[in-house]
T-cell receptor
């Protein structure tokens, strides 16, 4: 199917390493979101793109977190100098329209474990 | 205080039981979403509703905008319904407040 895909599905990093998480949204979807989900918690918003423009990055927990979507399709979430508290599932979601609210389609997530 | 509260947090049911999950929110919204998350992280959108009731198979969602409350019901529950159910309220800019989820386990 042509759903949202994320890679890698699992990532183990040593503390201090940089990681890059990839999201392929549904083709044609304008909006793309990144969420962080800690164990037993609901998703927490990180950042939002409309096409290539990053319209909201208020949820990024620190300047170690950086996201980009240079061509308005694939997005990458980069975490520099990972810390143990960064361990979580990182979810990507996309939606078709620019007008809220709209159904978001979620990817399977990337489970990041920082040792 | 969370803008979106769910109850119960954990629920175990016998196969065939009728299940209700509740969601209360403190923000003014025009619609509410119910999501299903299976082990492994994949999230599926079940319903988006702004009034009344919606039904899809054995799932029924209701909402009372004035009382800021929504319920998700599962009739004749089955082990494959075991998942985390999350309600989400739009917060503008196509973003959402998410509840912490209700973890449902249906035992055969």
């Amino acid at each position: 199917g042509a759903g949202v895909s994320q890679s890698p599905r699992y990532k183990v990093a040593k503390r201090g390493q940089d990681v890059a998480l990839r999201c392929d949204p549904i083709s044609g979807h304008v909006s793309l979101f990144w969420y962080q989900q800690a164990l037993g918690q609901g998703p927490e918003f990180l950042t939002y793109f409309q096409n290539e423009a990053q319209l909201d990055k208020s949820g990024l927990p620190s300047d170690r977190f950086f996201a980009e979507r240079p061509e308005g399709s694939v997005s990458t979430l980069k975490i520099q100098r990972t810390q143990q508290e960064d361990s979580a599932v990182y979810l990507c979601a996309s939606s078709l329209s620019q007008s809220p609210p709209d159904t978001q389609y979620f990817g399977p997530g990337t489970r990041l474990t920082v040792l | 205080k969370n803008e979106v509260e769910q109850s119960p947090q954990n629920l175990t049911a016998q196969e065939g039981e009728f299940i209700t999950i509740n969601c209360s929110y403190s923000v003014g919204i025009s619609a509410l979403h119910w999501l299903q998350q299976h082990p492994g992280g994949g999230i599926v959108s079940l319903f988006m509703l702004s009034s009344g009731k919606k039904k899809h198979g054995r799932l029924i969602a209701t909402i009372n905008i004035q009382e800021k409350h929504s319920s998700l019901h599962i009739t004749a529950s089955h082990p494959r319904d075991s998942a985390v159910y999350i309600c989400a309220a739009p917060r503008g800019g196509n973003q959402f407040y998410f509840g912490t989820g209700t973890s449902l386990t249906v035992i055969p």
